[in-house]
Nanobody, 116 residues
Framework: QVQLVESGGGSVQAGGSLKLSCAASGSISSIKSMGWYRQAPGKQRELVAVVTSGGVTNFADSVKGRVTISRDSAKNTVYLQMNSLKPEDTAVYYC??????????WGQGTQVTVSS
């Protein structure tokens, strides 16, 4: 199992930036990919960004050009840098780890609120 601890959420005005962090522990070697989902009130959880163990990244169309995902293997941490934030980016952001077994572990979630 992989334990995930998120940090970096908060409240910003539109146009601002936030950087989320997700520190992993436990069965690190079993991780195939890590990334972030988000869930806004009344909406389904949606994928924001993912980075594979090989360094391949993918982003939701809604955040392309505004968001980058990176990882620090030495710290077992994945970062989500979000720029030019919009009110529609307001959501709870969840870090996840997809393991080679097929299992997915989740963080506790961190709130991001963007005001207009």
């Amino acid at each position: 199992q992989v334990q995930l601890v998120e940090s970096g959420g908060g409240s910003v005005q539109a146009g601002g930036s936030l950087k989320l962090s997700c520190a992993a522990s436990g069965s690190i070697s079993s991780i195939k990919s890590m990334g972030w989902y988000r869930q806004a009130p009344g909406k389904q959880r949606e994928l924001v960004a993912v980075v594979t163990s090989g360094g391949v990244t993918n982003f939701a169309d809604s955040v392309k050009g505004r968001v980058t995902i990176s990882r620090d293997s030495a710290k077992n941490t994945v970062y989500l840098q979000m720029n030019s934030l919009k009110p529609e980016d307001t959501a709870v952001y969840y870090c996840y780890a997809h393991r080679s077994s097929g299992s997915i572990d989740w963080g506790q979630g961190t709130q991001v609120t963007v005001s207009s």
